[in-house]
């Protein structure tokens, strides 16, 4: 199993979770605040900064990491879910066809499309270290037939975007991207378990740096569907695995026991502006072999309002009250959002650091 992935960066040990700085930014942080939590590596999305301030003004100042003065690794989503959201949503906001994705940003407004060939360009725009081909992505009720048409096209769109790649970059295949980015694809195909293996083994074929699980990761009872588990089966076993959009902490354990190493997700981030936040449970023993190493705390129940420990003992000792977070968010002050976010990722890198160990322990 891959223990570190060569990136023009440097090498970025595995696993490693990659927190979601859509717009180049993870709501409330700055570069140093991400480097100070532990974040080694980050996900942007590259329709969203095509839209504003547009790829070509971030590739005039420098690309995303002098944009944002991050020097971690940084990976850029294709924006093909966003697209398909749009698509999707049944406002007119959108369509897909064999080119690729026709999208407005609202009803009536300029249409635009999202091509293979313009996901790879926008990306290499950013300048970020892992690109993502555009894949179809489908809701687990859609029928088989749509089902279908997603590998179709995901296959046919993966083959694109590796020739725009090849063309601009140099052929991907090798996972070495010391001198170059990496491209990796997107492994489609609903909770069918025939199409997940074909379009695993027809992307395998064509030759990436890396895979990522695609489509809905989750069943109704919150835990993860037996797709992922069959995905990273199906993939060269040497070969890097994102696990988009799993970021549970019991999910992204399961999926990292599963064979994934890479994991990207807005939900710590997104449940610390919520109030809710990530800790280490008392009862997470010494490994991550059962999924009982973490608990929530929620920032709105009084009983916080004259608690002086730390929000963390075990992670940070020396961080900010329960009672003064409670507080700072019941004067709503901007900082509780800041204060809450570094939590998070601070149990996230925690958790990685954990599995890491395990790794290392066999």
């Not at 929000?311 to 204060?339: N, Q, T």
């Amino acid at each position: 199993m891959m223990k570190t992935l060569k990136t023009r960066r440097g090498p970025l040990q595995l696993p490693a979770f990659l927190p979601d700085g859509t717009r180049a930014v993870v709501k409330g942080l700055d570069a140093a605040d991400l480097a100070q939590c532990g974040i080694e590596a980050m996900m942007v999305n590259s329709l969203h900064l095509a839209t504003r301030p547009g790829t070509s003004t971030v590739k005039a100042l420098g690309g995303v990491h002098a944009f944002m003065g991050w020097k971690g690794v940084t990976a850029s989503d294709s924006g093909g879910f966003q697209a398909w959201s749009m698509a999707a949503s049944g406002a007119g906001l959108g369509s897909v066809t064999d080119k690729g994705f026709v999208y407005r940003h609202e009803k009536n407004g300029k249409k635009h499309l999202l091509t293979p060939e313009k996901c790879i360009r926008r990306q290499l725009e950013l300048d970020t270290d892992i690109l993502f081909c555009l894949d179809q992505c489908t809701h687990p009720d859609d029928s088989p037939e749509t089902q279908r048409e997603s590998v179709e096209r995901s296959l046919a769109w993966a083959r694109r975007c590796r020739e725009e790649f090849a063309a601009r970059v140099g052929e991907p295949g090798d996972g070495d991207g010391t001198n170059r980015p990496l491209l990796f694809a997107v492994v489609q195909g609903g909770n069918d378990a025939d199409l997940r293996r074909r379009c695993a083994n027809e992307l395998a074929a064509m030759g990436f740096d890396g895979f990522g699980f695609g489509g809905w990761p989750i069943g109704d009872d919150g835990k993860l569907t037996d797709m992922v588990a069959l995905t990273a089966e199906c993939l060269p076993a040497e070969a890097p695995k994102h696990a988009l959009g799993i970021g549970k902490p019991d999910n992204l354990v399961a999926a990292w026991r599963a064979g994934y190493r890479m994991f990207d997700c807005a939900l710590p981030t997104r449940d610390a502006r919520r109030k809710r936040l990530f800790i280490t449970s008392d009862n997470y023993h010494i490994t991550l072999n059962k999924n009982n190493f973490f608990d929530f705390l929620y920032m709105e129940d009084e009983r916080h309002s004259r608690d002086s420990a730390p929000l963390d003992g075990r992670i940070d000792p020396d961080g900010p009250s329960r009672a003064y977070l409670h507080h700072l968010f019941k004067v709503k002050d901007s900082s509780a959002e800041r204060l809450a976010t570094r939590q998070n990722l601070k149990f996230y890198a925690w958790m990685i650091e954990r599995l890491r160990m395990e790794e290392a322990d066999g």
